[in-house]
């Protein structure tokens, strides 16, 4: 076993950028072919007497409708030796390969295959990002000495895909647009900062990356490899071409920077262990992250730190790869506790966690961490476990039956009572919002008590209970604007001895528009002595809208 750790936000600003483009030219007809012979689908082709095909599988291509036509838009190699060529009509192609087989295109599982694909390759570097919807780039700056160099990693990497019934082709160079251009147009697969220049001259001028108009224009005036524009002079071109030629060729030449979108956020911090032997075991796995988390309390430790989010990166052999996370509702250091719940975690997921043929790698991330308040070891043991019981059942409940089975109600920003509140998964920030007071809207400056009040509930106060959603109800009133002298709700008729009102509410114009009308609360009271809350929606000096009432929530 050997065992890497890293800080990778400090490794990965520690020397000079390098990615390497990985582009998959056949990857939904290899997707059908691993599903239907195996992963070893594409060695055993090749051994068949030395020839591309085979008797017992012919040649494949995907088909999809374009411009209203149904063509070909992928091909295996078999396909391709009888002459076909994407974008190719479907009718023309059965003319010329009668044998060829045609499924039709499935995009949604071409890019799911994709990010399997990505997923694997977080392997070797956390910065992952797709290239389109057949291409992967990896920002592998200051990862290569964990493999022996970038000599060695792109071959493990090649082979392993390869292994995999997979046609790739790989290329490394100091920029996207350079790395992207060798992997897809035959490039040299290594390239040094200082032969940018040279390995870009001798590539078509599609190499980087151009709209089809573009280079068909650039086409007519002899400007076809990407050296040819290298010695235009710059100020016709971007007259006649626009911006985009000279823009791509320096990026692809590092004079302007290009950065690439990651996947996923970089961890804070990584530590991972390289199995010399598959393991299969679940008690295993969790033994291992025990000991990765044991790595990282020093960092955490080092941070002032704990974790709130783990991720245990689990990559199976045959190269599916497992994400399972959990929460702590505090920060977390100690790995026993980490281990436990995983262990709970793990529970839940055994159905769907296949070993397979064994697990090669595992890795431990902190995603998301906090301050940790040392604490000093009280004189009674049950004070000091007081909290910590109550945190290691919450961190129990949340691993085996998720984040959102313990939920708190928490107050949020809205002027509308039935808005003003939702639930939260029970967390430390949970906690804190649900400890804070709510926000009371203040009454209107108009608003007088009304009716026969006697000591009326405190201006401002809030029903215990509120509906789900306020009710419609039929109300009589002595006067349109005032408050209501009885109310029909439910079938049942209630006369109304004494009220207090109005409070105006503002209507949310950001959410319901500007012309949404305002709400007039009022607190009262039946003749059974029951208290309710109602509200009028609308206003009787605005003739383009009928006022109407609500019963929103009860007092006790």
């Not at 750790?5 to 400090?10: A, E, M, S, V």
């Given at each position: 076993m050997t065992a890497?750790?890293?800080?990778?936000?400090?490794?990965?600003?520690a020397s000079e950028q390098r990615i390497l483009s990985l582009w998959l030219p056949r990857l939904s007809t290899d997707r059908i072919a691993r599903r239907r012979w195996g992963l070893s689908w594409r060695s055993d082709r090749h051994a068949f007497k030395g020839s591309s095909a085979h008797p017992e599988r012919p040649p494949l291509a995907c088909v999809g409708r374009v411009a209203n036509a149904m063509r070909l838009t992928a091909l295996d190699e078999s396909a391709e030796a009888f002459g076909l060529s994407v974008g190719q009509g479907l009718a023309e192609a059965k003319a010329i390969c009668v044998a060829l087989e045609?499924?039709?295109a499935d995009p949604a599982a071409d890019r799911a295959f994709l990010e399997a694909i990505a997923d694997w390759c977080d392997r070797y570097t956390p910065l992952v990002a797709l290239d389109g919807e057949d291409g992967l780039f990896l920002d592998i700056t200051g990862c290569t000495h964990l493999f022996g160099g970038e000599e060695r990693l792109l071959a493990d990497l090649t082979h392993r895909l390869t292994g995999f019934g997979l046609a790739v082709s790989?290329?490394?160079a100091a920029t996207p647009g350079l790395a992207r251009a060798c992997s897809r147009f035959g490039g040299p697969?290594?390239?040094a900062p200082e032969d940018?220049?040279?390995a870009l001259a001798p590539l078509p001028i599609a190499a980087l990356r151009l709209a089809p108009e573009i280079l068909a224009n650039l086409a007519r005036v002899g400007l076809k490899r990407a050296g040819d524009l290298m010695a235009a002079a710059r100020a016709p071109i971007t007259r006649r071409f626009g911006p985009t030629p000279m823009r791509r060729l320096d990026q692809a030449l590092g004079r302007e920077g290009e950065p690439i979108s990651p996947r996923?956020?970089?961890p804070l911090l990584s530590a991972e262990r390289r199995l010399a032997e598959p393991i299969v075991s679940e008690e295993h796995v969790l033994d291992l992250a025990a000991r990765l988390a044991a790595g990282l309390k020093t960092a955490l430790e080092a941070r002032g730190e704990g974790g709130r989010l783990f991720e245990l990166l689990v990559f199976r052999v045959d190269g599916r790869v497992f994400r399972i996370e959990v929460g702590a509702s505090a920060p977390l250091r100690d790995p026993a506790r980490i281990r436990a719940l995983f262990t709970e975690r793990l529970a839940v997921l055994a159905d769907e966690l296949d070993a397979g043929f064994g697990y090669e790698l595992l890795r431990l991330n902190v995603l998301i961490s906090e301050t940790f308040q040392e604490q000093q070891a009280g004189l009674s043991e049950e004070a000091e476990m007081a909290g910590e019981h109550l945190t290691r059942f919450l961190d129990k409940v949340s691993a085996r039956l998720g984040d959102k089975a313990l939920r708190l109600p928490v107050a949020l920003a809205s002027h509308w009572p039935d808005r003003a509140s939702g639930f939260q998964p029970l967390s430390e920030e949970a906690r804190l919002k649900a400890s804070a007071p709510a926000p009371v809207p203040t009454a209107s400056p108009s608003a007088a008590p009304l009716a026969k009040s006697v000591e009326p509930p405190a201006r401002g106060a809030r029903p215990l209970r509120l509906l789900a959603r306020p009710e419609q109800v039929e109300v009589m009133s002595s006067v349109p604007d005032g408050p209501p002298a009885s109310f029909r709700w439910r079938r049942v008729q209630r006369r109304i001895t004494r009220a207090e009102g109005p409070e105006r509410l503002a209507p949310?114009?950001?959410i319901d528009g500007e012309e949404a009308p305002p709400r007039d609360y009022f607190r009262i009271e039946d003749t059974a002595g029951q208290r309710f809350w109602l509200f009028r929606q609308g206003l009787y000096e605005r003739r383009t809208v009928t006022p109407t009432w609500f019963l929103q929530g009860f007092f006790s």
């Open positions: 890497a750790f890293t800080p990778l936000l400090t490794q990965h600003q045609v499924i039709e790989v290329a490394v697969g290594r390239v940018s220049e040279r996923r956020l970089l949310e114009w950001w």
